[in-house]
């Protein structure tokens, strides 16, 4: 049994033979074969095998003596030295060369670590001071994106609140136009009447062809109709001109709003940018680009300018409108005011003709109604003559089969008698109804004979009525609505 802590007896009496080129193989036999064979040009393919350790390898060492690696053997358990040796094996250095060796490439490696680890300390703070500072700054220009878009969105909302009240307003005066506009055209229509109604009186004949009140009430409607019109026709030229003024006003705020809706996309899309976002490239020399036309201050003051514009537009168009809202109902009463003395004047003319034509559309009106229920009682007659000539037709059937009963069958019994006198009770029947469908034609007759002399009658007294009531009051039947339709347009209830 060997002793604790002294080296192992040598199995070998030879020296060790010098080790191979390669080293050998740390597999099993097995294992072995089926191993690819070592091609020293495919090194760079195996990182874990340097090149270094073959170069080691293929040295050829001498073992020195073990006593003086280990002096403290006793001398019983002392390997022999055998002082043999091959031709042309020698020893190149010493065992202390070879601990120096060690020593000063352990103290090499160890400093290359600590000058690799030192490195590699400095290149994980500099990483991480750029990650840093790139965060920084890229979190920096996205809050003065993201304060930009609050900006843009600011003025988006005031632009949008000018605009659909520039909007509104501009429709109300352009509402307000083209009441002017018919109000305008709507006083053609009296001023041609009146002068139509001076013309078709001056032909009546005799002692009506005097200067009366309505003659004097129509020339006075005329010159004030003229009056109206004149007023109507300058201010519509003056909303012409504040409608072009509102929309010059909207154009502007339209193109600033859509440059700001432009440039507010623009801008979302740029702050939602991230480094994982896609379509990011690279634009050589974009910074030293400077496209821009306006500082904040600047773009801050075009859309206030645009806005104080688009306000001061909208009060003058208010104001234009409430004036132009007197205008109309001013001119709309007393136009309404003239043209009732007119008619009153002319209404005084045309009564009595006008109950006369009444008196005769009643009688008119009951004629038809009797001829109307005459008809109807002729219709009656017509169906009943002709019920009655199918139940002759049924008699005079019975009576004629019954002449075909044969020898002693042919017998005057009841029902022969009965059918007889069923027959000429029919034929009485027949008879009477057809006087009286004749004399109902006859009347029928009469009635329209009458009708037609109330209808000739009727138009003998609209012919009457023509020239005051169709000619002169039926042209003005027109004029009050549209004297009330002003009216009430210009007092906002349309």
């Known amino acids: 049994m060997e002793l604790y802590g002294y080296p192992l007896k040598a199995k070998f009496n030879q020296p060790r033979p010098p080790p191979p080129k390669v080293l050998p193989a740390t597999h099993t036999a097995a294992g072995y074969k089926n191993r690819i064979p070592f091609?020293?040009?495919?090194?760079?393919?195996?990182?874990?095998?340097?090149?270094?350790?073959?170069?080691?390898?293929?040295?050829?060492?001498?073992?020195?003596?073990?006593?003086e690696s280990f002096p403290g053997l006793p001398p019983t358990k002392m390997i022999p030295f055998i002082s043999e040796r091959p031709s042309g094996v020698f020893t190149r250095h010493t065992l202390d060369d070879w601990h120096r060796s060690n020593m000063t490439n352990y103290k090499e490696s160890e400093t290359t670590r600590h000058n690799a680890e030192r490195l590699r300390a400095d290149l994980t703070r500099t990483i991480k001071d750029v990650y840093q500072q790139a965060k920084r700054t890229q979190g920096e220009s996205t809050k003065n994106l993201g304060e930009r878009i609050n900006d843009i969105e600011y003025w988006k909302s005031e632009l949008c609140i000018e605009l659909d009240a520039m909007i509104r307003e501009t429709n109300s005066l352009m509402d307000m136009q083209k009441r002017l506009e018919r109000a305008l055209a709507d006083t053609e229509g009296p001023f041609q009447v009146a002068h139509k109604c001076l013309l078709n009186r001056e032909k009546r004949m005799g002692i009506d062809l005097v200067n009366d009140d309505?003659?004097?009430?129509?020339?006075?409607?005329?010159?004030?109709i003229r009056s109206c019109r004149e007023r109507l026709q300058k201010c519509l030229d003056t909303v012409n001109a504040q409608i072009m003024c509102n929309k010059e006003a909207r154009q502007e705020l339209e193109k600033d709003l859509a440059d700001k809706q432009l440039g507010h996309h623009i801008d979302n899309k740029c702050y939602q940018l991230k480094n994982t976002s896609r379509g990011i490239h690279f634009f050589k020399g974009v910074e030293r680009m400077d496209a821009t036309v306006s500082v904040p201050e600047t773009w801050a003051r075009f859309t206030d300018n645009n806005i104080f514009r688009s306000q001061s537009a909208r009060a003058a168009s208010a104001k234009l409108r409430a004036s132009?809202?007197?205008?109309?109902?001013?001119?709309?009463?007393?136009?309404?005011?003239?043209?009732?003395?007119?008619?009153?004047?002319?209404?005084?003319?045309?009564?009595?003709?006008?109950?006369?034509?009444?008196?005769?559309?009643?009688?008119?009106?009951?004629?038809?109604?009797?001829?109307?229920?005459?008809?109807?009682?002729?219709?009656?007659?017509?169906?009943?003559?002709?019920?009655?000539?199918?139940?002759?037709?049924?008699?005079?059937?019975?009576?004629?089969?019954?002449?075909?009963?044969?020898?002693?069958?042919?017998?005057?019994?009841?029902?022969?008698?009965r059918l007889v006198q069923e027959v000429n009770?029919?034929?009485?029947?027949?008879?009477?109804?057809?006087?009286?469908?004749?004399?109902?034609?006859?009347?029928?007759?009469?009635?329209?004979?009458?009708?037609?002399?109330?209808?000739?009658?009727?138009?003998?007294?609209?012919?009457?009525?023509?020239?005051?009531?169709?000619?002169?009051?039926?042209?003005?039947?027109?004029?009050?609505?549209?004297?009330?339709?002003?009216?009430?347009?210009?007092?906002?209830?349309?």
């Open 425 to 494: 009770e029919i034929n009485e029947t027949l008879r009477n109804l057809h006087q009286c469908l004749r004399a109902s034609e006859d009347m029928l007759q009469m009635l329209v004979r009458s009708k037609g002399v109330l209808e000739h009658d009727l138009v003998v007294k609209n012919n009457s009525l023509f020239i005051d009531q169709e000619r002169c009051m039926g042209m003005r039947k027109s004029y009050p609505s549209t004297v009330q339709i002003l009216g009430y347009v210009s007092a906002g209830l349309t």
């Open 39 to 67: 091609n020293p040009s495919e090194s760079f393919n195996m990182p874990w095998m340097p090149n270094s350790y073959y170069k080691a390898a293929a040295l050829n060492p001498t073992l020195s003596p073990l006593t």
């Open 214 to 224: 309505v003659e004097k009430q129509l020339v006075t409607e005329i010159k004030i």
């Open 324 to 417: 132009t809202e007197s205008l109309l109902m001013g001119t709309a009463d007393e136009m309404w005011r003239q043209f009732s003395k007119v008619n009153d004047a002319f209404t005084s003319r045309i009564t009595e003709i006008a109950n006369a034509k009444s008196k005769i559309q009643t009688h008119l009106a009951k004629t038809r109604q009797e001829i109307f229920q005459l008809e109807t009682k002729i219709q009656v007659i017509q169906k009943t003559i002709r019920d009655k000539e199918v139940q002759l037709k049924v008699a005079q059937t019975r009576l004629d089969e019954r002449s075909r009963r044969p020898n002693v069958e042919l017998c005057r019994d009841a029902a022969q008698i």
